[in-house]
Structure formats: C-alpha cells, structure tokens
T-cell receptor, first 111, second 113 residues
C-alpha cells in the first residue's frame, strides 16, 4: 500500500534557526513527490515537485531534496511568516493522478 | 494569476440533507479532483475526473457521493444524504496534465449537525 509519513509532527524554531523536515514514502513506482504549504483554514499551496532521486529544488529560504525513499524540506534562517503546516504528497505512476498525503509537519517560528 | 475557486466557503446542514459543493477549476486544466480533510487529519483523496467521467474513486466515495461537470466550467461534488462524519474541509484541485502540479482551491468547510 502506498504510504507517506512525515516527521516531526510539530517543530518549533527560533527565527534564524535552520532545520529540516522529513517525508518518508513507500509507493509502487513514484511519478512525483509534491510539497505544499497549508495555512490554518486554507487550501494547500504548491511549493515544489520532485520527480527523480537526486533532484533538488529551491525557493527563497526553502530547499527540497529527494532520494529513493524520502524527501527533505530544508528551511534556512526561517522567519515567523514561514510558520505553517508543510504537507508532503506522492503520486504513483500506476494511478490516475491522485495524491497521497502525509500527516504534515506544523512549523512555528518564533521571533 | 489563475486560481481554483470554491463556493460556499462554509456550509452548515442537517444530517440527511443533500449538499452540493461547487468548484471552478483553472480554465485550461483537464484533470479534476476532490479531496477532504477532517479536522486534525490528513488530506484524503476522494475522486478524480477526466474527460467527463470518473477515473478513480476512493473507498470513502460511496453511493452517497457524486460528481459532475455540468457546463464546462463548474465541477461539483454532491452528497445525497449527509452524515455527521461527512463534516470536513472539502478541497477541489485541478491540473493541466496527469503528471503536473495540482492546484487547490481554498476549500469548503462542511458542518453536518
């Protein structure tokens, strides 16, 4: 069964304190791995798509990496506005495009 | 920038009533999805829709659920007889290609009393 596990569930950082979020997955043929940001009461907002092991994507203070079993979202020198829940989702090559989501990591950045 | 829109933002209904949740996907997108998120839980896939038919549905998407693209712009999710456990945020998503990024709407919060 395709599955996504994210850790930690919650993370508190001081402003400027860099860290990484983990997304471990098992899927029958990975078509793509997606990172989204979700603010309370809002829909997921797209951040990155990764398609193959070794791929990296960057946007401002965020960098996503992918291996054959997991992905990391690195946050460098975070600011309070980076506080949100970060969702990881995978798409299997055999299906019709559905995304399988992890539980998310809720990040709080204190000034 | 084009975005997915959803109405209403919040729907309150009595158990056993029918509800229709509406979505307007991004105009040149071809694949459409509904997901739901019960408070504090994962985002869960409900159904995918392409070329005017359902391409995949989850175990959650039973006979009480249906989807429709009635006029080439709207994409609707109907729940025929709501249950308390249907209370959740419902998200619509769309994408131009099956491998491309899915863009999500802001969601409809459904509360069943």
């Amino acid at each position: 069964e395709d599955q996504v596990t994210q850790s930690p569930e919650a993370l508190r950082l001081q402003e400027g304190e860099s860290s990484s979020l983990n997304c471990s997955y098992t899927v029958s043929g990975l078509r793509g791995l997606f990172w989204y940001r979700q603010d309370p009461g809002k829909g997921p907002e797209f951040l990155f798509t990764l398609y193959s092991a070794g791929e990296e994507k960057e946007k401002e203070r965020l960098k996503a990496t992918l291996t054959k079993k997991e992905s990391f979202l690195h946050i460098t020198a975070p600011k309070p506005e980076d506080s949100a829940t970060y969702l990881c989702a995978v798409q299997a090559s055999s299906n019709t495009g559905k995304l399988i989501f992890g539980q998310g990591t809720t990040l709080q950045v204190k000034p | 920038e084009p975005e997915v829109t959803q109405t209403p933002s919040h729907q309150v209904t009595q158990m056993g009533q029918e509800v229709i949740l509406r979505c307007v996907p991004i105009s040149n997108h071809l694949y459409f999805y509904w997901y739901r998120q019960i408070l504090g839980q994962k985002v869960e896939f409900l159904v995918s829709f392409y070329n005017n038919e359902i391409s995949e549905k989850s175990e959650i998407f039973d006979d009480q659920f249906s989807v429709e693209r009635p006029d080439g712009s709207n994409f609707t999710l109907k729940i025929r007889s709501t249950k308390l456990e249907d209370s959740a945020m419902y998200f619509c998503a769309s994408t131009p290609g099956i491998r491309d990024t899915q863009y999500f709407g802001p969601g409809t919060r459904l509360t069943v009393l």
